[in-house]
């Protein structure tokens, strides 16, 4: 198995997990209202969303990720309009909300880890 192949199925491991991990995160009321697919879609969103401010960062000269906040309700407005623009939907960003924090949670508790 070639290295790009070896990277593809850890990502998609990752997703799985950071998936998983947002679904037990959210509250119940949420959790009925956004499906597995929903959240995968919201994940590649952040994903994009990441590498946007990570570019407008290092355009400004700001070097270190650490220096870089994220503004969650935002973030979550965002990830409402981008999937009204994508027509996957009309989402509260109040529910988003839930979404990103799930995220960057994981990623705290994944990043400790390593």
Known sequence: ????????????????????????YLPQEVKERLSEDDLYYF??????????????????GVRD???ISIDIDEA???LARQARKDKMGDFDPED???VVEGELEYGEQAGGEE
Do not use: G, P, Q
């Open 96 to 98: 988003l909300r839930w």
């Open 65 to 67: 990720d650490e220096d």
């Open 43 to 60: 994940l590649d969103v952040i994903d994009e969303y990441y590498t946007t401010l990570l570019e407008k960062a290092n355009r400004a």
């Open 1 to 24: 198995m070639s290295t790009f192949e070896e990277d593809l199925i850890a990502d998609a491991e990752d997703d799985r997990l950071t998936v998983e991990y947002i679904r037990n």
């Open 76 to 78: 979550a407005a965002h």
